[in-house]
């Protein structure tokens, strides 16, 4: 057991005895007064609190941008943590320097998260595409420069080599280990390493706090304040962790990032890979995990409707066995789901495309990045000399849990997907939900968005429609 939480702050080892539940955000403006670092919406939603995260991947540390408002100190322990006091060395880095020059900043309060982002991405981009600058800005809200000065520093430096991230050596990382528990200030934080001994502390502990990426209890940290005296960590079981590809299948752990799944997902399914580069900003994909937008049973998670369609498998594990079932069978009723409270979730597991299949997901939001979905619609069919021979459909934000619509599937198979069989889906689509208004949507606006998607995916395999991107 370790009485402190041990990383590298700036490239200089840290061993810090303060309560593993207070945000980085909170203790880097506290304790070592690191003040570039700022708060804005506290609810990972703006970006000013960015910070670079390392993680040792191959051989190497690979950054990536977080929020660290919505992070607690726990989740560092045996990382490398990198604000934007420790970006500079003798000279300014790169994106710095490149900022200044072009006037990119006014009032100067998002700068240093902007810096942060884009430093990122400039350690991580071997070429200045701007839908990387994009990716990596959506997270970022400048009120008063602009982006388009923003966006013409990044192309300065992003591609060009030399903006590598001050840090530790490999070496002097790799031997900073996690640790399994920190017991500080009356505090626990457990990350286990394995799968078994996660089960043997949920059993014992079947109400302590269980975090992965935290971006979402994180928020109700910084929202509530709530008391996390005692937390289970899963982002450091090995078994979570992995990436499991065979000629059928693809399986993710819970524990498996976002970011993780979109690499593996965007030579398969191109639209889904879309909805994920859509999913939050890229500090939030980098912590959210795939296990998380499951467990925590949001009916307009963007997860589920996209898995469903897909046929997705959930796998749960507890001290007694596993088990599984297909995921759309999880879900039972508004955030209540199968999840016993001596079990995680294990790992969810997808087919690679078969023959003749066509998949689509579409995300309806009031804004493209940064924003969650009013109505998420997922469809797969897979057709044969142009007969739908098999088809599955599946919705967020219409009913209290993500819901597959059988009815909707049954309107398709058998047929071909003209213009005449989108109209029964539609109107099977229709029938099948009576969803709530709320300020993202009304009922009826809703119920007419979801059921056009069925004209909108016909259109679609046509190759009527085009794919629209914000820049
Ligand atoms: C700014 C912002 C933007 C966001 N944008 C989106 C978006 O576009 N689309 C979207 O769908 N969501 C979005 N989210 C929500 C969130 O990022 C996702 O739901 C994310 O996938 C949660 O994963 P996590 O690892 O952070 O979960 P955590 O916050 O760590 O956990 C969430 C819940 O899942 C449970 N859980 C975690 N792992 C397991 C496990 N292995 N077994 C059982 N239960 C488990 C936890 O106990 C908790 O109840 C956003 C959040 C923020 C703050
Ligand atoms: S303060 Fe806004 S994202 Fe953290
Ligand atoms: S420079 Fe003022 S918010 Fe961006």
Known sequence: MANSIRFFLNGQKQDVAVRPDITVLEWLRSGPRLTGTKEGCAEGDCGACSVLLGDASNGEIRYHAANSCIMTMGQIDGRALVTVEGLKGETLHPIQAAMAENG?????????????????????????????????????????????????AARKVVGDGGASIPGPTVEAFEELKSSVEIATSGAVFHQPQTLDDLLKLRRDRPDTVLLAGGTDL??????????????????????????????????????????????H???????????IRRFGSAQIRSMGTIGGNIGTASPIGDGPP???????????ASQGGKRTMPLEDFFLDYRKTELKPD??????????????????????????????STVCGAFSVVRDGGIVKSARIAFGGMAAIPKRVREAEAALVGKRLDAEAAR?????????????????????????VAANLAERFRRDLLGETVEVMAL
């Open 218 to 263: 994180g928020v109700a940290l910084a929202d509530f304040h709530g008391d996390w005296r005692e937390v289970i960590s899963t982002a450091h079981v090995r078994e979570l962790r992995r990436i499991e590809e065979t000629p059928a299948h693809l399986s993710f752990g819970a524990a498996v990032t976002w970011e993780e799944v979109l690499a």
């Open 104 to 152: 990119s900043s006014q009032c100067g309060f998002c700068t240093p998260g902007i810096v942060i982002s884009l430093a990122g991405l400039a350690a991580n981009e071997t070429a200045a595409d701007d839908h990387a600058i994009h990716d990596a800005l959506a997270g970022n809200l400048c009120r008063c420069t602009g982006y388009r000065p923003i966006v013409e």
């Open 424 to 448: 029964a889906c539609a109107a099977a689509i229709r029938d099948a939900f009576a969803p709530l208004s709320d300020w993202r949507g009304s009922a009826e606006y809703r119920l007419m």
């Open 343 to 372: 079990e995680v979730i294990a790992s969810i597991r997808i087919s690679k495309p078969a023959g003749g299949q066509e998949f689509r997901v579409y995300k309806i939001s009031k804004r493209y990045d940064q924003d969650i």
């Open 265 to 275: 997902v965007a030579p398969l399914y191109p639209s889904f890979a879309t909805l």
């Open 306 to 316: 996209a898995l469903i369609a897909l046929g997705a498998e959930i796998e749960l």
